[in-house]
């Protein structure tokens, strides 16, 4: 594909907004912003420090070229005969987004509302460290249209935070939690269990402290030590011990408990929310399929069937932007069976669950083996879904693969 070409439109383009028609199921929109103050050990993102960019990519000039793609990538969903009736959800993830001064932030939402309209209740979610934040800067993101900020605590237990890299003062998860609060922001926390040398207490430690900030939703995902990282390095040398399954599965019960016993429940494997309205809708538009932008170096985006990834590197990014160029690195159409087994991969996660009838007739009798085993609720299935047990959360990926031809 020529760089400079629009995407191709797909079948499911022209069905789905014959006449170019608005849809009316709405667009989430994710603007990676990919620069750290520093890189932890165990991250594989597309992050960069500031002494890693030069030419173009640079933290100063990042809001107008995601400003200039954003204008591109419109220009390139017309040109297929798609277009969007609203923005439901925005999230600036990263990396650190609040790196950025807020003003960057709010000036690049505008930038989109300008665009498409944003939906009278969308959710607008900023990525944040405890120590990359004030109280002023909080304030001015809720003034200028963000709705929810989502804290990377991690750990409250300072070596578990020294071994993966991490700067912030624990203490300070609470004030900005309070800080945000008071500025009228949802508010997440993020936690990661399963560093090497982490105790269950430590685990404990830290789930505690998050749910007495009075979060109303919390995430916490394993560690996954990617083999091109600082930590994988640490492995290898032997510095580090490496992960165990059954350990990783008691934190994951543990945190499960803490969570439910606080008042969230789980509605993803690794997300847990003490209402519905307090759901990441985001997250559950990449879940249930939905269409979104991804704008940014290395971002992805969807619609219909059609994915496409731009480059990774800010400086190359912005260089394709200077010349009126969409910066897609590669692009594919998922055909219809593609898209009928990622569904699967993607909706037995959620507590909603997957219709019986979107597993392929040929796996539909490892349903009942994995009822039997105390993987899928028994009553669910009964009523023609699929919705994961706990011990299936913990061996989902086991699951899926039987229910996948």
Not at 111 to 140: F, K, M
Not at 203 to 221: I, Q
Request: proline letters at 5%; hydrophobic letters at 40%; charged letters at 25%.
């Amino acid at each position: 594909m020529a760089e400079a070409a629009p995407l191709a439109p797909t079948a499911l383009d022209d069905a789905a907004a014959a006449g170019g028609r608005p849809d009316p199921h709405g667009l989430s929109v994710y603007i990676h912003v990919p620069f750290c103050a520093v890189r932890c050990g165990y991250c594989d993102f597309n992050t960069y420090t500031a002494t890693e960019l030069g030419g173009g990519g640079s933290q100063r000039e990042y809001p107008a070229n995601a400003m200039r793609e954003m204008d591109l990538v419109l220009a390139d969903d017309r040109a297929a005969g798609v277009e969007y009736e609203r923005v439901d959800t925005v999230f600036f993830g990263g990396g650190t987004p609040t790196l950025l001064p807020a003003e960057d932030l709010v000036a690049m939402l505008s930038h989109l509302r300008s665009l498409i309209p944003l939906a009278e209740d969308a959710e607008v979610t900023a990525e944040a460290n405890p120590d990359s934040v004030s109280r002023e800067s909080l304030a001015r993101l809720a003034e200028g249209g963000i709705t929810r900020v989502s804290f990377g605590m991690q750990s409250a237990v300072r070596s578990v935070l020294a071994t993966l890299d991490r700067t912030h003062d624990p203490e300070r998860v609470p004030q900005v939690v309070a800080w945000a609060r008071e500025a009228g922001l949802e508010v997440s926390l993020d936690l990661i269990y399963g560093t090497p040398g982490e105790t269950l207490a430590d685990v404990e430690t830290s789930v505690r402290a998050a749910l007495a900030c009075g979060v109303d939703h919390l995430s916490a995902y394993s560690l996954i030590i990617e083999g091109n990282t600082a930590m994988a390095r640490q492995l290898r040398r032997g510095e580090l011990a490496e992960p165990d399954g059954d350990d990783m599965a008691d934190k994951y019960e543990l945190i499960d408990d803490l969570a439910t016993a606080a008042g969230l429940s789980w509605y993803e494997v690794s997300n847990f929310a003490r209402t519905p309205a307090h759901r990441s809708r985001h997250n559950l538009a990449y879940w249930r399929g939905a269409d979104w932008w991804g704008i940014g170096p290395g971002a992805h985006r969807h619609r219909r069937g059609m994915r496409a990834w731009n480059v990774k590197h800010p400086s190359r990014y912005a260089g394709m932007l200077d010349q009126g160029t969409l910066p897609v690195a590669e692009s594919e159409t998922l055909d219809d069976g593609t898209r009928a087994l990622e569904r699967i991969l993607l909706e037995l996660r959620i507590a909603d669950g997957l219709p019986i009838t979107a597993v392929p007739e040929e796996t539909r009798d490892q349903i009942g083996v994995h009822v039997r085993r105390g993987h899928l609720d028994p009553a669910a299935a009964q009523d023609g879904r699929l919705v994961l047990t706990r011990s299936g959360r913990l061996l989902a990926d086991a699951v899926i693969r039987d229910l996948v031809p």
